[in-house]
């Protein structure tokens, strides 16, 4: 069997150095962040998330239909694929001899 029967110390050493020197926050630096303003520039009144919504939801009918039209021809070509090979007499190879 093969594999590595060396020491968890010298392991854990390895993989911290492959690692990097990252900047890692801790709990302390972390609760000392001060908040950050998030303004949004961009505002949107109600009426413009209304017509956003219903140009989202005519799109999303419009390509639910094309996809049940997808799959009702994909099931009837499907349909008319296997009936045509039942129906084909399969001769084979024939040997011709003399």
């Known amino acids: 069997m ?12 390895n993989n911290k150095t492959l690692l990097g020197e990252k900047k890692r ?6 609760l000392n962040i ?4 998030t303004d949004d520039p961009n ?5 413009l998330l209304n017509e956003i919504r219903s140009k989202i939801q005519k799109e999303n009918k419009k390509r ?4 049940i039209v997808i799959a009702i021809l994909s099931l009837v ?3 008319l694929v296997i009936y045509a090979m039942t129906r084909i007499e399969w001769v084979g190879i024939r040997v011709i001899t003399q």
């Open 64 to 67: 639910k239909k094309t996809q």
């Open 34 to 37: 001060k908040e950050v303003a």
């Open 77 to 79: 070509i499907t349909i």
């Open 2 to 13: 093969a594999g590595y029967y060396g020491s968890m110390s010298v392991v854990l050493k």
């Open 25 to 30: 926050n801790t709990r302390k630096e972390y």
């Open 43 to 47: 505002k949107a009144s109600s009426e």
